[in-house]
Nanobody, 126 residues
Framework: QVQLVESGGGSVQAGGSLRLSCAAS????????MGWFRQAPGKEREFVAY????????YYADSVKGRFTIARHNAENMVYLHMSSLKPEDPAVYYC???????????????????WGQGTQVTVSS
């Protein structure tokens, strides 16, 4: 079955960087788009970043554009989220997600994703 395992979360000072990793298994990773979402306490899960099946087409939430980068390594079934210039508003549980399709025009919609990891916590101290 679909398995997504995130890692790399932790505590970092504001302005610092982290790289989140997601190891995927149980499906044809190289033909599915992937996304990252996050959820802070008391808030709804929100879109962070998207990459199509080749990783060529990417989209970002306005709040992270220019600071976060999504990348995928299809040969290793891995997707990454490089986060830099972290801000006090970035702390959340970050989730890796498998899209239903190889590419999607509704990449911000959680309903477009049918597989989720358990999440990894990111904390930013000021």
């Amino acid at each position: 079955q679909v398995q997504l395992v995130e890692s790399g979360g932790g505590s970092v000072q504001a302005g610092g960087s982290l790289r989140l990793s997601c190891a995927a298994s149980g499906f044809a990773f190289n033909i599915k788009a992937m996304g990252w979402f996050r959820q802070a306490p008391g808030k709804e899960r929100e879109f962070v970043a998207y990459a199509n099946w080749k990783g060529i087409e990417t989209y970002y939430a306005d709040s992270v554009k220019g600071r976060f980068t999504i990348a995928r390594h299809n040969a290793e079934n891995m997707v990454y989220l490089h986060m830099s210039s972290l801000k006090p508003e970035d702390p959340a549980v970050y989730y890796c997600a498998k899209a239903r399709w190889s590419t999607s025009s509704s990449w911000m919609n959680p309903g477009e994703y049918d597989g989720w990891g358990q999440g990894t916590q990111v904390t930013v101290s000021s």
